[in-house]
């Protein structure tokens, strides 16, 4: 993956560990070899979202910093530039509806 | 509070191409302090985090399409409902030390250009929020 600092990077792996393991191989690759992967990484991104809610309410410490909704919303940046990277941007849905 | 709508938005960064940054609600524009330390995924610190490297691949995030925007939007509406919007000319002089990227397609970052410390940083950091023009808030249904 590309345009990762190396914070956000070891944040990927340690919640690939955690919740996904499958998803290690896939992120060490250059780029996601089929539509499976890509929407394996799609998934990931909701579980580690949903993962990161309960962390930041229970006051946990990821790599030695507070549990924060801005490191999983940098990762899921990350993910998704991969994502469209590797040709498959028309997976990601940006539909948005405001109040 | 004054919500603003995807129209508001797309005119300042479809025909103003002004850079667009979207922010936790109520919270700080550039500076994010998580348990009054700066947050660690944005720029590329010393192990222990009293500097600052020079990184042109790794900054503040700012969009400059609607894909983008909606897709910054999008994540964020994961954790908030509502979402602050500010807006910043791509031209605006910057502190010494920091720059805009063109990084992404629909995606710039505020980089870090000289090796600084961390108290540099954020003093630069409140300067550029002082250069950002509030837009007002988006609120995302759920």
Do not use: W
Request: hydrophobic share 40%; proline share 2%; net charge negative.
């Amino acid at each position: 993956m590309n345009y990762v600092n190396d914070f956000i990077k070891d944040y990927i792996l340690y919640y690939s560990k955690e919740l996904m393991p499958s998803m290690e191989v896939i992120f060490s690759q250059d780029k996601i070899a089929t539509e499976k992967e890509a929407k394996d990484c799609l998934q990931f991104i909701e579980l580690m979202c949903d993962q990161c809610i309960i962390d930041v309410k229970e006051n946990k410490t990821i790599l030695d910093s507070p549990a924060s909704s801005h490191h999983a919303e940098k990762a899921t940046m990350v993910i998704e530039d991969f994502i469209e990277d590797s040709g498959f941007d028309y997976l990601i849905d940006n539909d948005l509806e405001l109040e | 509070m004054e919500l603003v709508t995807m129209e508001d938005v797309k005119h300042l960064i479809v025909e103003l191409k002004k850079f667009v940054r979207i922010s936790d609600p109520k919270g700080h524009s550039t500076l994010t302090l998580i348990d009054g330390k700066i947050e660690s995924g944005d720029f590329n610190f010393s192990p222990d985090k009293t500097q600052v490297n020079k990184d042109l691949t790794t900054g503040l995030s700012f969009a400059t399409n609607m894909r983008k925007l909606k897709s910054i939007i999008k994540s964020k509406s994961r954790f908030y409902r509502d979402i602050d919007i500010y807006a910043v000319d791509e031209f605006v002089s910057l502190p010494s030390g920091l720059r805009f990227i063109k990084d992404r397609p629909g995606h710039a970052s505020l980089v870090v250009t000289e090796n600084m410390s961390t108290k540099d940083l954020i003093i630069k950091l409140e300067v550029v929020a002082k250069l950002l023009e509030s837009i007002g808030t988006v609120r995302v249904k759920q």
